[in-house]
């Protein structure tokens, strides 16, 4: 999927001179001091760009925008002192050469190294703000398809998802241990460490059925402010005999059904992390559970986990212990729910059979819904209300069209929808019951050379009401407008769309307001995927779309 990015623009940091900005640019530096969207819209509509910016007066910004004075008296505020930032010139360590300033610094020449470091602490003050603005959004991933060896590689700073429970048995629950100090650790510290986070997990596992994957390598810890939960780091490994003779502490840590645990627990998989940043090879340690009903059933398992003991120097096995999984943590099994627990052995062993039978892919279960929380709010705890929605969409199956009232909430500035029957029975005509929207065809956006963009969208009326652009004909059309093959499309329509979404995302629309979200729950025919390309083409910079499909297989 395409991860939506964004670096806010800063005043006091610009990344060219002023003078060089296009109006895009200009509208991204207005949203950034605060300026409401409605004015930055007005000025776009007039063209301003840097020169045009440097140029302006309290007078033009409310004559001609009709700006109230406090805004305009804000822009010219703001812009003078974003004027006055460019143009200072680096600080000389040189002495000025007026023999009286000279004096006067020999006479405070013991003052100076206070001072100069007191200007230097604030200098740093004002920047850390800037620079934390420029964190980027780390990007999600997928985590190597469950009990398989595929050629697969992680990318250093991405982030899996959530540690999580027991879901449905067969996809599996998933533990990070970032094993951050595994440098630092002696063979036989490392083995046992690894071992009893491995034993502890797979226990857990077992003893509730569910398949699991531990990781080795991923950050675990919610504290540690330079990353976030789940992000792949990787260990450097020096020995990988090291993790795979780990797995002999089976022998000593359960009394029975040692056979057992070994055919349950994968060897250890060692996928490499790449990092453009370093030549040291780090990997992440992963091990799969596999509980199969056809070796658990009817059994309870309990561990004498391995602890490493620094005041006697040797490992000591702890006490024999029932684990379970308890959400995403593997904890023991008290003694006033033993019983409990016991007893109910055969209904966990049922579900792990019925769930043998009808086997969810692993790999294509996420959470989903955080995944699409995150990108569409880009990590914060809402929608931001003066940003737009651009939705692709296809065909919808009546099942699907009662899950959709979280689009009904969004500011959706236009809709590109293959479904020629969506005003009759698809999702023009679930979200027509509550909004209002206008009907238009990729013809309605050819705009003449004597009109302007503003005469334009208010001829559409596109800031006032949804616009719903049917792409490939509209089966309710009065003036017949059926659909078309892909070949007359690509020779008739395909044009008339990349025109339409230049027009949208280059002069309606200014850079930054909008996001646009692929929402496709039908299979994908060529129209949707040269939509898809042109957005990249014409958005490439903006990196604003990102993908939901139904299946793998469609994306």
């Given at each position: 999927m395409l991860k939506s990015f964004f670096f806010p623009f800063s005043a006091e940091q610009p990344h060219q001179s002023p003078r060089q900005w296009t109006e895009s640019e200009v509208s991204d530096w207005l949203r950034s001091i605060g300026v409401k969207e409605t004015y930055i819209q007005k000025l776009y509509e007039e063209e301003v760009d840097g020169q045009c910016l440097l140029a302006l007066d309290e007078h033009f910004l409310v004559t001609k925008v009709s700006m109230k004075s406090g805004p305009a008296n804000l822009i010219i505020k703001r812009r003078d002192e974003l004027i006055n930032f460019t143009q200072k010139?680096?600080?000389?360590?040189?002495c000025s050469s007026d023999q009286t300033n000279k004096k006067r610094n020999l006479g405070n020449k013991i003052d100076l190294p206070k001072q100069k470091a007191k200007e230097e602490e604030n200098v740093l003050q004002e920047k850390q703000p800037v620079v934390q603005q420029?964190?980027?959004?780390?990007?999600d991933c997928r985590a190597r398809p469950f009990d398989k060896d595929p050629d697969f590689i992680y990318v250093k700073h991405r982030v899996l998802q959530p540690e999580s429970g027991a879901f449905n048995l067969i996809n599996p629950c998933r533990e990070f241990k970032s094993l951050a100090n595994a440098s630092q650790l002696d063979n036989t510290r490392l083995r046992t460490k690894f071992a009893r986070e491995v034993l502890k997990f797979a226990t857990g596992c077992m003893n509730v059925r569910t398949n699991g994957t531990i990781h080795f390598g991923v950050m675990d810890s919610r504290e540690d402010a330079d990353y976030?939960?789940?992000?792949?780091i990787g260990i450097p490994i020096k020995?990988?005999?090291?993790?795979?003779?780990?797995?002999?502490?089976?022998e000593r840590s359960f009394s029975s059904d040692k056979e057992h645990i070994r055919q349950c627990v994968r060897p250890p998989r060692f996928i490499?992390?790449?990092?453009?940043?370093s030549v040291e090879k780090r990997y992440v340690v992963e091990v799969d559970i596999v509980p199969s009903i056809s070796i658990v059933r009817g059994k309870i398992y309990k561990v004498r986990l391995p602890n490493f003991k620094e005041s006697a120097n040797k490992v000591e096995f702890e006490k024999e212990t029932v684990l379970r999984r308890v959400g995403s943590k593997t904890e023991p099994v008290g003694d006033t729910d033993q019983l409990d627990f016991f007893q109910r052995i055969q209904d966990r062993d049922a579900q792990r059979e019925e769930a043998e039978k009808y086997p969810c892919d692993p790999e294509i279960y996420q959470n989903l819904g955080r995944k699409l929380t995150m990108l569409m709010t880009r990590g914060k705890k809402s929608i931001e209300k003066e940003k737009w929605f651009i939705l692709v969409t296809n065909k919808f199956k009546p099942e699907d069209l009662c899950h959709i009232d979280w689009l009904l909430n969004m500011n959706i500035f236009c809709v590109f929808d293959f479904d020629p029957d969506s005003n009759i029975s698809g999702l023009c005509s679930k979200y027509s019951q509550s909004h209002a929207a206008n009907m238009h065809s990729l013809q309605s956006y050819q705009i003449s050379r004597d009109t302007t963009i503003k005469e334009f969208t208010g001829k559409l009326l596109l800031f006032e009401q949804t616009s719903w652009i049917f792409c490939n004909g509209r089966s309710d059309f009065k003036g017949s407008e059926p659909p078309c093959d892909d070949i007359t499309w690509t020779n008739t329509k395909r044009p008339l769309l990349r025109e339409t979404i230049s027009l949208i995302c280059?002069?309606?629309?200014?850079k930054g307001t909008f996001q646009v979200i692929f929402l496709l729950t039908s299979p994908v025919e060529n129209p949707s995927f040269t939509l898809f390309m042109s957005f990249q083409q014409t958005c490439k910079a903006m990196k604003t779309s990102f993908a939901s499909v139904n299946q793998r297989k469609t994306f």
């Amino acid at each position: 999927m395409l991860k939506s990015f964004f670096f806010p623009f800063s005043a006091e940091q610009p990344h060219q001179s002023p003078r060089q900005w296009t109006e895009s640019e200009v509208s991204d530096w207005l949203r950034s001091i605060g300026v409401k969207e409605t004015y930055i819209q007005k000025l776009y509509e007039e063209e301003v760009d840097g020169q045009c910016l440097l140029a302006l007066d309290e007078h033009f910004l409310v004559t001609k925008v009709s700006m109230k004075s406090g805004p305009a008296n804000l822009i010219i505020k703001r812009r003078d002192e974003l004027i006055n930032f460019t143009q200072k010139p680096p600080e000389k360590s040189t002495c000025s050469s007026d023999q009286t300033n000279k004096k006067r610094n020999l006479g405070n020449k013991i003052d100076l190294p206070k001072q100069k470091a007191k200007e230097e602490e604030n200098v740093l003050q004002e920047k850390q703000p800037v620079v934390q603005q420029c964190v980027l959004t780390k990007e999600d991933c997928r985590a190597r398809p469950f009990d398989k060896d595929p050629d697969f590689i992680y990318v250093k700073h991405r982030v899996l998802q959530p540690e999580s429970g027991a879901f449905n048995l067969i996809n599996p629950c998933r533990e990070f241990k970032s094993l951050a100090n595994a440098s630092q650790l002696d063979n036989t510290r490392l083995r046992t460490k690894f071992a009893r986070e491995v034993l502890k997990f797979a226990t857990g596992c077992m003893n509730v059925r569910t398949n699991g994957t531990i990781h080795f390598g991923v950050m675990d810890s919610r504290e540690d402010a330079d990353y976030v939960h789940g992000e792949i780091i990787g260990i450097p490994i020096k020995d990988k005999d090291v993790f795979v003779d780990a797995l002999d502490f089976i022998e000593r840590s359960f009394s029975s059904d040692k056979e057992h645990i070994r055919q349950c627990v994968r060897p250890p998989r060692f996928i490499e992390v790449m990092d453009r940043t370093s030549v040291e090879k780090r990997y992440v340690v992963e091990v799969d559970i596999v509980p199969s009903i056809s070796i658990v059933r009817g059994k309870i398992y309990k561990v004498r986990l391995p602890n490493f003991k620094e005041s006697a120097n040797k490992v000591e096995f702890e006490k024999e212990t029932v684990l379970r999984r308890v959400g995403s943590k593997t904890e023991p099994v008290g003694d006033t729910d033993q019983l409990d627990f016991f007893q109910r052995i055969q209904d966990r062993d049922a579900q792990r059979e019925e769930a043998e039978k009808y086997p969810c892919d692993p790999e294509i279960y996420q959470n989903l819904g955080r995944k699409l929380t995150m990108l569409m709010t880009r990590g914060k705890k809402s929608i931001e209300k003066e940003k737009w929605f651009i939705l692709v969409t296809n065909k919808f199956k009546p099942e699907d069209l009662c899950h959709i009232d979280w689009l009904l909430n969004m500011n959706i500035f236009c809709v590109f929808d293959f479904d020629p029957d969506s005003n009759i029975s698809g999702l023009c005509s679930k979200y027509s019951q509550s909004h209002a929207a206008n009907m238009h065809s990729l013809q309605s956006y050819q705009i003449s050379r004597d009109t302007t963009i503003k005469e334009f969208t208010g001829k559409l009326l596109l800031f006032e009401q949804t616009s719903w652009i049917f792409c490939n004909g509209r089966s309710d059309f009065k003036g017949s407008e059926p659909p078309c093959d892909d070949i007359t499309w690509t020779n008739t329509k395909r044009p008339l769309l990349r025109e339409t979404i230049s027009l949208i995302c280059k002069h309606i629309l200014p850079k930054g307001t909008f996001q646009v979200i692929f929402l496709l729950t039908s299979p994908v025919e060529n129209p949707s995927f040269t939509l898809f390309m042109s957005f990249q083409q014409t958005c490439k910079a903006m990196k604003t779309s990102f993908a939901s499909v139904n299946q793998r297989k469609t994306f």
